[in-house]
C-alpha cells in the first residue's frame, strides 16, 4: 500500500511537473507574443508619429506660402492705393490747369472780340 501511494504520489508530481513546464512554455511564448506585439505596436506609433511629423511640416510650409501671398497682395494693395492717390492729385492738378487755360482762353476770346469791334468800327 505504501508503494502505491508513493507511486501514486510519484504520478501526481510527475503531472505537476509537466505541467509546471506546459506553464512555463504557455508564459515564455505569451510573452514573446507580447513582446512582439509590443514591437509591432511601437512600429505602428513611430510610422504614425513620423506621418504626422511630415504632414505637420508641410501645413507649415502652406502656411508660410499663404502669409508671404499675402504680404505680397498687400504690398500689391498699398502700392495700387499709393499709385491712385498720385492719380487722383494728377487729374486734381490737370483740371486745374484746364480750368486755367479755359479762363486765359476766354480772355484772349473776349480781348479779340472787343479788337474785332474796334477795328469793325475803325
Do not use: F, P, Y
Not at 36 to 64: F, G, M, P, Y
Not at 79 to 98: D, F, N, V
Amino acid at each position: 500500500a505504501l508503494e502505491a501511494g508513493a507511486s501514486a504520489h510519484q504520478a501526481e508530481v510527475s503531472q505537476l511537473q509537466d505541467t509546471v513546464r506546459q506553464l512555463r512554455t504557455d508564459l515564455a511564448r505569451s510573452r514573446d507574443e507580447l513582446a512582439d506585439a509590443h514591437s509591432r505596436t511601437s512600429a505602428t506609433a513611430d510610422s504614425h508619429a513620423q506621418a504626422l511629423q511630415e504632414r505637420l511640416k508641410e501645413l507649415s510650409c502652406e502656411v508660410d506660402a499663404a502669409l508671404e501671398a499675402r504680404q505680397a497682395a498687400l504690398r500689391t494693395s498699398t502700392e495700387a492705393e499709393s499709385r491712385l492717390q498720385r492719380t487722383e492729385l494728377e487729374l486734381e492738378q490737370a483740371q486745374a490747369l484746364l480750368a486755367s487755360a479755359r479762363q486765359q482762353h476766354q480772355r484772349e476770346v473776349a480781348l479779340l472780340r472787343e479788337r474785332i469791334t474796334v477795328l469793325q468800327a475803325d
